[in-house]
């Protein structure tokens, strides 16, 4: 089992900036790598981000390309989703994930382990 929390989450204006980290507890002692996702409101989870164990490969939806950044710090087992220049359209349940599949994956079903969330809302 693998234990993810994450944090960081809050109440910003459009163009500001935040945060978000996942640390992983438990069974981390295999590579896996992580994504983001997000849920609004009467909307589906859709896919935000992806990065491998290594670090070195991450994928982004089309949507915050440019604006968030993954990374991840392997010793601490914690992944960070910087996001900058907020919308609304931002505003959400953010959570992250873990899988051992190999390519990116995008789809939550590939995924295995999923946190409880950190509300992000993006006011206008």
């Known amino acids: 089992q693998v234990q993810l929390v994450e944090s960081g989450g809050g109440l910003v204006q459009a163009g500001g900036s935040l945060r978000l980290s996942c640390a992983a507890s438990?069974?981390?002692?295999?590579?896996?790598?992580m994504g983001w996702f997000r849920q609004a409101p009467r909307k589906e989870r859709e896919f935000v981000s992806y990065i491998t164990w290594s670090g070195r490969t991450t994928f982004y939806a089309d949507s915050v390309k440019g604006r968030f950044t993954f990374s991840r710090d392997t010793v601490k087992n914690t992944g960070y989703l910087q996001m900058n220049s907020l919308k609304p359209e931002d505003t959400a349940i953010y959570y992250c994930a873990t899988t051992t599949r190999v390519g990116v994956s995008t789809r939550p079903t590939t995924y295995d382990y999923w946190g409880q969330g950190t509300q992000v809302t993006v006011s206008s």
């Open positions: 438990g069974r981390t002692s295999g590579s896996y790598a």
